[in-house]
């Protein structure tokens, strides 16, 4: 019994070849390492100066030949700063990923990013670029202001969400206060306080 499975793996091993050229692309796109870590804080630099800082629960760093990545399934919340240091905008989302050459970071689900004038968008896919300093997606957003809700498809703004253009406006909504509404105080952090 030993010896004809012995022989089949064989058999099947012979029978299949590849070419070296074959072989070295099957090898580039597999999985070289594998890290888990729990409870990350990731900061985020510019020629010295902090922009972005990052927690998350969960972080698996995939190194493999053409685009490692990094993955973080269980959301993630982070702090963006001006060249002062001082917090100007706040995101959260359920599911991340940062692709470390390409240096851009996609988010999904129930993605919601608040400015210090108290603005708030929120998605279910939004994409960062760290080379050019923006965010943005092509999916379904809605902007709530201190007196109105712009909702529609697309949308384009800087990372801190301080100038910020919808594409294709769908509709706006005008809101009406009385004077106990809270003015949209940036303190209120989308999804509760950050953890650093």
């Not at 070295?24 to 804080?41: F, H, L, M, P, Y």
């Not at 498809?153 to 594409?167: E, H, K, L, P, S």
Request: proline share 3%.
């Amino acid at each position: 019994m030993r010896l004809s499975c012995l022989l089949l793996l064989l058999i099947t091993a012979s029978c299949t070849k590849f070419s070296n050229k074959e072989l070295r692309s099957r090898g580039r796109d597999t999985v070289q390492a594998k890290e888990v870590a729990e409870q990350v804080d990731i900061s985020y630099t510019d020629s010295g100066r902090l922009k972005a800082k990052l927690h998350t629960p969960v972080m698996i760093g995939i190194k493999q030949g053409t685009e490692p990545y990094v993955e973080m399934p269980r959301g993630v919340k982070g702090d963006f700063y001006d060249d002062s240091g001082r917090i100007e905008s706040f995101l959260s989302s359920e599911y991340a990923i940062s692709y470390t050459k390409a240096k851009k970071v996609l988010l999904r689900r129930n993605v919601e990013v608040m400015n210090v004038k108290g603005e708030k968008l929120n998605t279910e896919e939004l994409h960062w670029d760290q080379r050019s300093g923006k965010i943005y997606t092509d999916k379904f957003v809605k902007i709530t202001t201190a007196d109105q809700i712009i909702m529609g498809d697309g949308m384009t703004a800087n990372q801190t969400f301080t100038r910020w253009v919808i594409n294709k406006v769908r509709g706006t909504i005008n809101l009406q206060h009385d004077s106990t509404t809270n003015s949209g105080n940036p303190v209120d952090r989308p999804h509760g306080n950050q953890r650093y």
